[in-house]
């Protein structure tokens, strides 16, 4: 519980003065807004994306004020950086909440923030909206948590799929000791296994290691059909399979969508060649998609990750039709039961909406391949959809 002196100094601090949904010093002549909080990993192992996620939150809140707001009234984003952790996803919260007075938040971007902060979200009734975190434990986090991302239950599942269906019967493991790497790493071994399959080895790393070979070593010499990677930073992922390569390890790699990223890849290079990968990916046909993509390349001159990209967009337009609905950014009653009510058509596919635990009905996966360093361009991301993931 947050004592109410802190609160109250906090409030102070900030010298936030209420006024139905708008929110500014006293004395200031501020026009009146929709206000949302955001939590993106702004800094620390999972930047990449949440740096990416948050950008394209505000390309959607531009478009929206471009065209007369919300009811003629502007949409804020107030960001906090909640650094891919669960305890800097606390601060973030309490910074929020306690100062500036959010009620509905759009985040976290990392599974673990999403599951240190969203404990307090139940707590408070404040609206708990992520485009990002995958963690399957989410699913049960409460009444106000609620997510566009596709859980890795799902992932887990159709991952040990494609592993059985492509002949991998051994398989060798390492991941990065978070949330969101640990929870993909168990869901794949569990199918995995579930299908007859064996797991012959498993590392975890720290988020700060450098040098994986001491690891890769132990698990080429189990001598495993196939190598899966789940890391939370790109860096990181991008690392261990050139340093796979480079220690001999010459078998298929698989991962997650993290270790596909353009900084993964490019840190990979050519080793990244042939990796497959189970992820959410925009349909080509998606006109509305591939118009977001464009924009977002005209504004910030890069382009990655684009399902997660969308899947950020996406949230705020949403967001925005609650408010519209509801009319008030402090009634996150209101705001959630819009949320049950939404089927929404946008950038990351047509007709999906929420079920009762809040988690995303009406999207699937495909498998990807990485291409070969030279064919790796902008507008292919660096890979090619081999089709449907494996679902049964």
Excluded at 64 to 73: D, L, S, V
Excluded at 74 to 94: G, H
Excluded at 134 to 143: K, L
Excluded at 180 to 185: L, N, T, W
Aim: proline residues 3%.
């Amino acid at each position: 519980m947050k004592h109410p002196l802190v609160a109250t100094l906090l409030l102070a601090m900030s010298c936030v003065l209420l006024v139905g949904a708008a929110a500014g010093c006293a004395g200031e002549d501020e026009p009146e807004t929709y206000r949302l909080g955001v939590m993106a990993a702004l800094t620390g192992p999972g930047e990449t994306y949440g740096n990416l996620s948050h950008r394209a939150m505000q390309l959607a809140m531009e478009e929206i004020n471009e065209a007369g707001g919300i009811n003629g009234t502007p949409l804020e984003l107030v960001a906090e950086d909640s650094k891919c952790n669960a305890q800097d996803a606390i601060t973030a919260y309490n910074k929020l909440t306690d100062v500036d007075n959010i009620k509905i938040i759009l985040g976290t971007s990392c599974s673990g923030a999403m599951l240190g902060a969203a404990p307090l979200a139940e707590e408070d009734g404040v609206v708990l909206f992520s485009s990002s975190a995958t963690n399957p434990d989410i699913a049960d986090a409460g009444d106000y948590i609620f997510r566009t991302a596709i859980s890795d239950e799902k992932l887990g599942i159709e991952t040990g799929n494609l592993l059985w269906a492509d002949g991998i019967r051994t398989l060798a493991t390492i991941s990065e000791q978070t949330d969101y790497a640990e929870g993909v790493r168990r869901g794949v071994s569990d199918r995995f296994e579930a299908l007859g399959g064996e797991v012959v080895g498993f590392e975890r790393y720290q988020t700060e290691t450098l040098d994986f070979r001491a690891q890769l070593t132990i698990l080429r010499g189990l001598n495993p059909d196939g190598l899966f990677v789940a890391a939370q930073g790109e860096a990181s992922a991008g690392s261990i399979l050139k340093q796979a390569r480079e220690i001999g390890y010459d078998g298929p790699v698989y991962s997650e969508v993290v270790t596909i990223g353009s900084t993964a890849l490019e840190v990979a290079g050519e080793a990244a060649t042939g990796l497959k990968a189970v992820i959410a990916d925009l349909d080509p046909a998606n006109d509305r998609g591939q118009s977001v993509l464009q924009a977002f390349r005209a504004k910030y001159n890069y382009l990655t990750l684009p399902w997660y990209l969308g899947s950020a967009y996406d949230s705020v337009y949403i967001a925005a039709e609650c408010l519209k609905e509801t009319e008030d950014d402090q009634d996150a009653d209101a705001f959630r039961d819009c949320l049950y009510d939404v089927t929404w058509s946008g950038t990351i596919g047509n007709n999906y909406s929420f079920d009762s635990r809040g988690e995303v009905v009406g999207l699937s996966n495909v498998v990807i391949e990485i291409l070969p360093l030279a064919e790796r361009t902008e507008e292919n991301q660096g890979y090619r959809v081999l089709g449907p993931a494996p679902t049964g």
